[in-house]
């Protein structure tokens, strides 16, 4: 027998997530990263923690009382996790599937889906990228766990409130990816005060510019949280990284600075773009935009050769267009990207 033969069948049908491209000397706009990077009391902070990193982590609590006052809940409301990648692999660890989703969303869903060989049930959004909730209701009947991502990754586009309640009136499991909140502003928390099966999915990788630390967070009811802790490794959420979430949560004043900043510059960048391209209107810090009729391939490459990394989007099925995401970066980058569109 050969190790291969040992495999779980399905592992092999898997298809990694393929992340946005690094590459030296350029300016990245691939990621939703907040490139103007996390407030200068945390970078300070680190400094003085960095020689205990032989020290496990220890401050779960304290960052879970410290997430719990800014989002305005009780600590043990709170779940954190290595970024939001593990609090989708926790939920899927935790409930029974099918899972269901969006299409297109967030690739994490259904890849944890194949991992965990969970059978992944994708509702596609309308050809605007709108969200219908009844459509979503009937096409995904058999799941019993439920991701919806709003603002939506890579869209942008957001889902009502009311939406969101008359799903959650179902009784099935609800996890609602806040990742962009803080750029949209609207949250579905209070649905957790008449919804124990509703949980709000977070995370400091965005507006707190924490990307590189893998801070994630899930608010839910006492229940359900303690039964996705069970399923969690004991050190998941690292020394530094618990370090970081603390000093950023003392500067919260910086973070929506940031964000107010982007937002303006989100505005411009969607005006200039629309002259030639259509756009689709951002709820978070990006914005997908169809480059017909060059490929997205063509364009991400055109941009590349001006030092500028875009998101090319996969061919989406059943949507027409030729997709790019781009990130708002600082006004610096932004005024680069603009420049370089221009001479296309």
């Not at 935790?94 to 059978?119: C, D, H, M």
Request: with cysteine; hydrophobic share 40%.
């Amino acid at each position: 027998m050969k190790p291969a033969d040992y495999l779980n069948e399905w592992v092999n049908k898997i298809t990694p997530y393929s992340p946005g491209k690094t590459i030296e000397g350029t300016t990245k706009l691939a990621s939703n990263e907040n490139s103007y990077g996390p407030s200068p009391k945390v970078i300070a902070g680190l400094r003085e923690f960095l020689p205990q990193v032989f020290r496990y982590p220890y401050k779960n609590l304290h960052v879970k009382e410290a997430l719990a006052a800014y989002c305005r809940v009780k600590p043990e409301n709170v779940v954190i996790s290595n970024g939001s990648d593990e609090m989708v692999e926790l939920l899927i660890k935790a409930f029974k599937g099918p899972v269901a989703g969006l299409y297109p969303t967030f690739l994490s869903y259904p890849i944890y889906s194949q991992i965990y060989n969970r059978e992944y049930i994708s509702s596609a959004l309308e050809p605007d990228f709108s969200f219908n909730v009844q459509r979503f209701i009937k096409e995904t009947w058999k799941a019993n766990l439920l991701f919806l991502c709003s603002p939506n990754n890579p869209t942008g586009t957001v889902i009502e409130l009311r939406d969101l309640e008359e799903i959650a009136q179902t009784g099935k499991i609800l996890a609602v990816d806040e990742a962009y909140f803080e750029y949209h502003g609207i949250t579905a928390k209070n649905l957790l005060l008449n919804y124990p099966n509703v949980i709000i999915m977070r995370t400091m990788a965005k507006a707190f510019g924490l990307a590189g630390m893998r801070i994630g967070y899930a608010l839910a009811d006492p229940q359900i949280a303690e039964a996705v802790r069970k399923v969690r490794g004991p050190f998941t959420v690292n020394y530094l990284a618990q370090e970081a979430a603390l000093l950023a949560l003392k500067d919260t004043d910086y973070m929506k600075k940031i964000v107010s900043r982007v937002l303006t510059d989100r505005k411009a960048i969607e005006i200039r773009l629309s002259e030639k391209y259509r756009v689709i209107p951002s709820n978070a810090n990006f914005i997908l935009f169809d480059v017909s009729p060059m490929t997205s391939k063509e364009f991400f490459e055109k941009m590349l050769e001006q030092k500028i990394v875009v998101r090319p989007q996969p061919q989406f099925q059943g949507f027409p267009g030729n997709y790019v995401r781009i990130t708002v970066g600082t006004t610096e980058e932004n005024y680069k990207l603009l420049d370089a569109i221009s001479k296309m």
